[in-house]
T-cell receptor, first 113, second 114 residues
Framework: KQEVTQIPAALSVPEGENLVLNCSFT??????LQWFRQDPGKGLTSLLL?????REQTSGRLNASLDKSSGRSTLYIAASQPGDSATYLC????????????FGKGTKLTVNP | ETGVTQSPTHLIKTRGQQVTLRCSSQ?????VSWYQQALGQGPQFIFQ???????GRGNFPPRFSGLQFPNYSSELNVNALELDDSALYLC?????????????FGPGTRLTVT
């Protein structure tokens, strides 16, 4: 059974700081990994999708890496801004099928002005 | 192109009651998945519907049921509500069942059971 863990659960940083969010998964036989952003009480917005054949993916100030063999992914946010404050979730397709996503509990990020 | 919409936005029900949540999929998408997100937790997969049939189910009891209509919109029904059913319910649509990486999420319905 696939399990996803995210560390830390919460993070508070001053504006402008670079930061790293961590995600680990128990079954390395994944097709891809996604990072999502969730604002309070809202739905999920997909930020980055990394296919199993890729090692990293970039979008603006965001960079996500994937190490399948160790079951880990990191999301790097450069020059953080108050608007980055949100909960960040990583998700992988479930073991034995890709019809459902298995999510971590998320990291709640607060960027202070 | 319209996105995924859900109704209602918020709902308050009493323990033991029944509730129906609705989801309209994104244009061109024939697959709808439902997730439950309790406070402080990640979303948990409830089930998926494809062409009006259930296509996979998570670890939820039978009192959680669903429907998909010919226009690919969907309903989530929960009977005999319990306090632990209080959560944000998210639906996501995708172009086909095997493309979870192309799931687009709606804004969610916040259900409170008292």
């Amino acid at each position: 059974k696939q399990e996803v863990t995210q560390i830390p659960a919460a993070l508070s940083v001053p504006e402008g700081e670079n930061l790293v969010l961590n995600c680990s998964f128990t079954d390395s036989a994944i097709y891809n990994l996604q990072w999502f952003r969730q604002d309070p009480g809202k739905g999920l917005t997909s930020l980055l999708l990394i296919q199993s054949s890729q090692r990293e993916q970039t979008s603006g100030r965001l960079n996500a890496s994937l190490d399948k063999s160790s079951g880990r992914s990191t999301l790097y946010i450069a020059a953080s801004q108050p608007g980055d404050s949100a909960t960040y979730l990583c998700a992988v397709p479930s073991q034995g099928g890709s019809e459902k996503l298995v999510f971590g509990k998320g990291t709640k990020l607060t960027v202070n002005p | 192109e319209t996105g995924v919409t859900q109704s209602p936005t918020h709902l308050i029900k009493t323990r033991g009651q029944q509730v129906t949540l609705r989801c309209s999929s994104q244009s061109g998408h024939n697959t709808v998945s439902w997730y439950q997100q309790a406070l402080g937790q990640g979303p948990q997969f409830i089930f998926q519907y494809y062409r009006e049939e259930e296509n996979g189910r998570g670890n939820f009891p039978p009192r959680f049921s669903g429907l998909q209509f010919p226009n690919y919109s969907s309903e989530l029904n929960v009977n005999a509500l319990e306090l632990d059913d209080s959560a944000l319910y998210l639906c996501a649509s995708s172009p086909s069942p095997g493309r979870s990486y192309e799931q687009y999420f709606g804004p969610g319905t916040r259900l409170t059971v008292t």
